[in-house]
């Protein structure tokens, strides 16, 4: 009965270590992801050819002076406002080139959803929106862009590169379907659904 007893606890915490997730589990990120990223860049790649990629930034989507950022491809777009990130908690923090601060994560609509960033006037502290993730690809067989970033919940799926119907600037968008009423602010015929790799800077 003893050597059962020891037998069975053996093999319960065996299988628990072989259960126990990649990250910690937070409302944020599922158990292959992580609320923590440091000094990093963001790169869009095509779900169709991956060949196509866009290194991404702040962009202003036509509207300088705005106190609002957003997510988009820095090819298209003239002044770069920050393209380094870090990941706090599930928060995100923009850096222009000189290492300032210049943007925070705003929440992500489910639908639609512009990834947003405000742009806080200097000195004034704000909390980023805890909203992303990054997500590790577990494969076996290994992937080029193992690290992805992940939103609401954990979603890394459902990227596109769109363009903005104010601007040539082209916008990342999160779930986006064609609008039924109203203007979403972006060309829905344009959209290429995209991966978002977090790569390290």
Sequence with gaps: MFMFLVTFVASSFAMLSLASPVGR???????????????????????????????????????PGSSTAWLGSAESTDPIVASKFVLSDGGITAYAADGSLVGVSNPVASENGWLSFLLPDKG??????????????????????????????GDSDHFSLCKSSTSDEFVVIYNAVEASSGDAGFEWTTCT???????PK
Excluded: H, M
């Excluded at 779900?47 to 991404?56: A, F, M, N, Q």
């Excluded at 659904?193 to 790569?199: C, G, R």
């Design 25 to 63: 589990q937070t409302a944020v990120c599922p158990w292959n992801g992580v609320p923590n990223a440091s000094n990093f860049v963001l790169l869009a790649v095509s779900r169709v050819d991956t060949s196509i990629r866009k290194p991404l930034a702040l962009v202003l989507n036509g509207l």
């Design 193 to 199: 659904a995209v991966d978002i790799p977090v790569l």
């Design 124 to 153: 004034v502290t704000i909390s980023p929106a805890e909203v992303y993730c990054e997500l590790f690809n577990t494969s076996p067989y290994g992937v080029e862009f193992p690290n992805t970033l992940a939103v609401n919940g």
